[in-house]
């Protein structure tokens, strides 16, 4: 698979780029943007650890790179910031007039229905393609961890949740936390997978965290300004299933923000910090390792 | 003059909020961008100092409030943030089909041909009229300084040399240096101020560096890969104009940066802390004081 590199500037002394290639899962070019801390005072060699940014409706892979003022704390921690487009795009991609279905709105699912099997297939495109890709053409490791906002912190919780041993630590701000249950969920997924609903048990976080054998820390910011709160987030249906089932999930609530960017950049510090505690732990392993249990521990 | 709430939010703990007023002096109704510190922690009565940001071609007052990442560094300096917008608008405004004059595109001058001077007086609005709105009605004291990006990177330097009662301190990203000598800038003072160059001398911070009698801290960072530079911006003209007349300035120029907010989110910070030192000496004084003559060496 090859790059081709779209647009690149220096940011706070490290590289922030986009990237086209042709994805094959997705049957469709995609572009993701990348931020790249700078090598110059680290050993040769150095690789560094990723965190995958997955945004919400209507975004691209711009908006977390240019309103989050996350390159600050990933260039100081030294992890890598990997931020894809949020479905496939395209004149011959099945698409929706509403914002919250069809391209800008993929919630990181395989579709199984007409028209939107033949592209929309993110959760394989976010799992396994993507990170095959960057892998293979940047100076990184094998620690991931994932984060995201909305319907892309519904996609964090749902891929780290099913995938413990590809991510060591998963976050979110203001998720869809169980979307089987909320408007924006309902209209996606019945769309994307049909009538059955057993099938959407496998992208809802509620469902997911009391299936899940090994406990990542799992850490969510939510504003309880946030206009979506009631009725789309439901971040107390998730804390309701972590708590009967065990998994020691951190949620902070905080009062006065809202939905958008201005949340995210008040805390993307302590997000970034909460991945580099599991991200930089033994940091010269090149292969991912088991945790131990007190990295299970509530914190 | 009423002032009309559009949005808020908080962030950084403080305020991030958008404002809509009658401006008399533009004849239409203006937008503006305010971040305010979190008082919990100061004294009651507390009155902070403000910086000005004038964005640049195409820009509202939504570019920086998003993008430059400030409200963390003006929350922990306590330093009110003031966003205008970058010229009048409306459907009865006058404007152009290019990006560079006409609405987004006022270039902080007082128009005086036709049809641009019935609305196009933006230094008197910047200078004057936003001033005493904001000072009327936010908890704040009469220390202002001036910062702006590219075209408001020349409004910020332009008015700042032209009004050195009024800000304590003048900075600017990637400004245009020399707008009489510059495409942008022979394009849009040709448009609103006429063919007669002499009144054009009045808005060139280059020519305005050489008749200043009291010099202000002045501070300008400037990408090295800005892909304006040589055409448009010219540095070295000011730096060479401000070298003839002995007024202090300190130019930086950084390697692989371009003209985008990610230049200006990797250095915001620099710029905060350097207006921070002038905005908050003797800041219980509610006046502007006289600066020593140790202010203005270079440093």
Redesign the interface.
């Known amino acids: 698979m090859s790059l081709e590199l779209v647009s690149g ?5 490290g590289l ?1 780029q986009q990237y086209r290639h042709w994805s094959k899962v997705l049957s469709c070019p995609m572009q993701f943007s990348i931020f790249l801390p700078q090598t110059a005072d680290r050993e040769p060699g150095h690789r560094y650890p990723v965190l995958y940014w997955l945004s919400g409706l209507t975004c691209t892979d711009e908006n977390f790179s ?2 989050a ?1 996350a ?2 704390m990933a260039a100081e921690l030294g992890i890598v910031l990997v931020m894809p487009d949020t479905s496939p795009r395209g004149m011959d991609v099945a698409d929706d007039p509403a914002d919250d279905l069809g391209q800008g709105a993929g919630f990181y699912v395989n579709a199984t229905q007409t028209p939107w099997k033949q592209h929309f297939q993110m959760y394989d495109y976010i799992v396994e393609e993507l990170p095959l890709l960057i892998e293979a053409n940047f100076p990184i490791n094998q620690r991931r961890a994932i984060s995201g906002h909305s319907m892309g912190g519904h996609g964090a919780l749902m891929i780290g949740l099913r995938n413990p041993e590809r991510y060591t630590s998963i976050s979110a701000f203001s998720p869809i936390c169980n979307p089987m249950a909320c408007p924006w969920g309902e209209k996606a997924l019945s769309a994307y997978l049909g009538a059955d609903t057993t099938r959407w048990e496998e992208y809802d976080a509620t469902v997911l965290v009391g299936r899940a054998t090994l406990h990542r820390p799992l850490f969510i910011s939510q ?1 309880e ?1 946030d206009e979506f709160l009631k009725q789309q987030l439901r971040p107390e249906a998730l804390q309701m299933a972590a708590d009967a089932c065990g998994y020691p999930i951190r949620l902070e609530r ?5 939905h ?4 995210i ?2 805390f993307i510090e302590a997000h970034l910090r909460f991945h580099a505690d599991f991200l930089l732990r033994n940091r010269l392993e090149s292969t991912l390792v088991h945790f131990t249990p007190d990295l299970l521990k509530p914190w």
């Open positions: 500037t220096k940011s706070f002394d922030q240019q309103k003022g390159q600050r504003g300004e905080h009062t006065g923000y809202d958008s960017y201005y949340f950049a008040s």
